[in-house]
């Protein structure tokens, strides 16, 4: 049941006049039993898996809470981790490390048949496993201030609007608005609808539309000009940006329906003047529980090398974020290009700040960084999407040859209209300071646009295939 | 309270003239008190307070005021 679909349109609809109808006290049973049903339309099996997790983190999350003794408490955290890495680790890394061992003796020139099992993924996995780690983790922080019973940590673990590719959400932030009591207000529903509207406009529009390009350059990149090349990996830029911010915008709609306010998950990424600043922006909900959870915590283990401490923290950082969003050795280069990037950053200060007395110009300066910025960005996303290595390194040969097709210039008119269109949702958002940009216009236009949305959105939905969302793989 | 002595350390650190600080306040809060220069606050909190906290103390603090009962604790403990 994918958020781009009529059925789950259906589902959500009905779901939310329940939500309303039903006693309030019944409104966590009623949200526990939507969630599983949403995740039994994927897969029954994997709902298991779910919810014997949920159980498991739940009883030792008490255990946790209860215990006086602080080692007693740090082996109980070590122990829930460990349960939920390596469950994480079966069933998302299996397939990578077997294959990378096999790969390993065959260079080390042994023969080998080692057994592989074809592990499939559970949906949602790396996303629901960050969020009872957050929870065990507040629990042994002491952030968590409130208390829970089963059915609202339940409800928590499995809560159907972040399941699928977040944002993930802090057990400090979402259990106390699972406890609390949700009166029906027009204004959410009026919020989560355009909030709905804008998600699918980004999604379907913008990132299917660019995303049909996309694969077919990135398929076989040897049949194009420079200049098709570069589109693609710049269309690519802008899809898996609408792709998942649309995902997101559409994730806090559906909550809000419910009553819920949850993450803003993007604040104009390509708007950021350095690498960390764009860390600021992008997937907020995971970057902040990189930092809080793997950042920091290494950061303060290693403090007494200073800098270097911090850059020791910032690469393994990185590297395992690259690691956390698809098990291969792309994605490991990709987390490892954007650590490095940053420790960069940190190693040139002087220089930066020599550069910058050049500059004057406040304005143009910013400009220049920004431009800088995307780029660095642009370029780690080739690794992001190529199926491997020589996919990538084929792409960014083709780059430079610096040459012209027959079609170069309809490529550039496509490219310039996404990017527009992209970039004055960004403007809009930025200037309004506020992600439902649609409630900022005045009445008639929001309507019209709205009515003019859905329309077209639905005509691509009926006519076509619907695209899955790009993060719900990971 | 903030003691004089803990809001020097960290206006040194963080080269800033003059900025009061509360015990409410959170790191975020302090101009130039980011993710990065986190460590070399704690660094010299450590040095000037000749103390040495662990991990776990330093991931529990949720605002000014428990770093400084954190110290507090730790120079008491030290005086003894």
Not at chain 1, 5 to 33: A, D, E, G, H, Q
Not at chain 1, 442 to 459: D, E, G, W
Request: hydrophobic content about 50%; glycine content about 4%; aromatic content about 20%.
């Amino acid at each position: 049941m994918q958020f781009n679909s009529f059925i789950f349109l259906f589902f959500i609809t009905l779901v939310s006049v329940l939500y309303y109808l039903v006693p309030p006290k019944l409104r966590n049973y009623l949200l526990l039993l939507s969630n599983y049903l949403f995740y039994f339309y994927f897969d029954f099996v994997f709902a298991m898996l779910l919810f014997v997790l949920t159980s498991i983190t739940y009883f030792l999350g008490n255990k946790i809470n209860d215990s006086t003794d602080h080692g007693k408490k740090r082996n109980l955290v070590v122990f829930a981790v460990v349960i939920n890495i390596l469950a994480l680790a079966f069933f998302k890394y299996f397939n990578f490390f077997t294959e990378s061992f096999i790969s390993l003796l065959n260079l080390l020139g042994f023969n080998n048949n080692l057994f592989t099992l074809k592990i499939l993924l559970p949906l949602g996995i790396s996303f629901y496993i960050f969020q009872t780690l957050s929870y065990i983790l507040d629990i042994y922080y002491e952030t968590l201030e409130v208390k829970s019973n089963f059915v609202e940590y339940a409800v928590f673990a499995s809560f159907f609007p972040t399941i699928v590719a977040g944002p993930i959400e802090r057990a400090s932030r979402l259990l106390p608005q699972i406890k609390s009591q949700k009166e029906f207000k027009l204004n959410n529903i009026k919020e989560g609808t355009y909030l709905i509207i804008i998600g699918l406009f980004r999604k379907v529009l913008i990132g299917d539309a660019c995303g049909k390009i996309v694969n077919h350059i990135f398929a076989d990149p040897q049949y194009y000009s420079s200049i098709e090349v570069f589109t693609a990996v710049i269309l690519y830029t802008f899809q898996i940006y609408n792709d998942f911010a649309g995902y997101s915008s559409m994730a806090r709609g559906v909550a809000k329906l419910l009553g819920f306010d949850i993450f803003i998950n993007f604040r104009q990424p390509y708007f950021a003047t350095s690498v960390a600043d764009f860390w600021r922006r992008w997937h907020i909900s995971l970057s902040l529980w990189l930092k809080d959870y793997l950042f920091v915590p290494l950061q303060m283990k290693y403090r007494r090398y200073r800098m270097w401490g911090n850059i020791i923290a910032m690469m393994i950082t990185f590297t395992l974020c690259g690691f956390w969003h698809g098990a291969s050795w792309t994605f490991i280069f990709w987390g490892f290009l954007h650590g490095f990037y940053m420790s960069f950053a940190l190693l040139s200060v002087k220089q930066k700040q020599y550069f910058k007395k050049l500059m004057p110009n406040k304005k143009s300066l910013t400009i220049l960084q920004a431009a800088i910025t995307f780029f660095l960005i642009t370029f780690a996303w080739i690794f992001f999407r190529a199926e491997n290595f020589s996919n990538a390194f084929l792409i960014i040969e083709k780059l430079f040859e610096f040459s012209t097709g027959e079609f170069a210039f309809r490529f550039i008119k496509i490219l310039f209209m996404y990017l527009s269109v992209s970039f004055l949702l960004d403007y809009m958002e930025y200037k309004w300071d506020t992600d439902i940009i649609l409630l900022k216009l005045k009445p008639p236009v929001r309507y019209a646009i709205s009515v003019a949305i859905l329309f077209i959105v639905f005509a691509y939905l009926i006519t076509s295939d619907k695209a899955p969302f790009i993060y719900a793989q990971f | 309270m903030i003691s004089d002595k803990l809001k020097s350390t960290i206006l040194k650190e963080l080269k800033l003239d003059e900025f009061e600080i509360s015990e409410e306040m959170t790191a975020d809060q302090v101009p130039g008190w980011d993710s990065l220069s986190h460590l070399n606050v704690i660094l010299a909190v450590e040095q000037d307070f000749n103390i040495r906290f662990n991990s776990y103390e330093l991931l529990k603090l949720k605002n000014i005021g428990e770093l400084q009962s954190l110290i507090n604790s730790k120079t008491v403990k030290s005086s003894r």
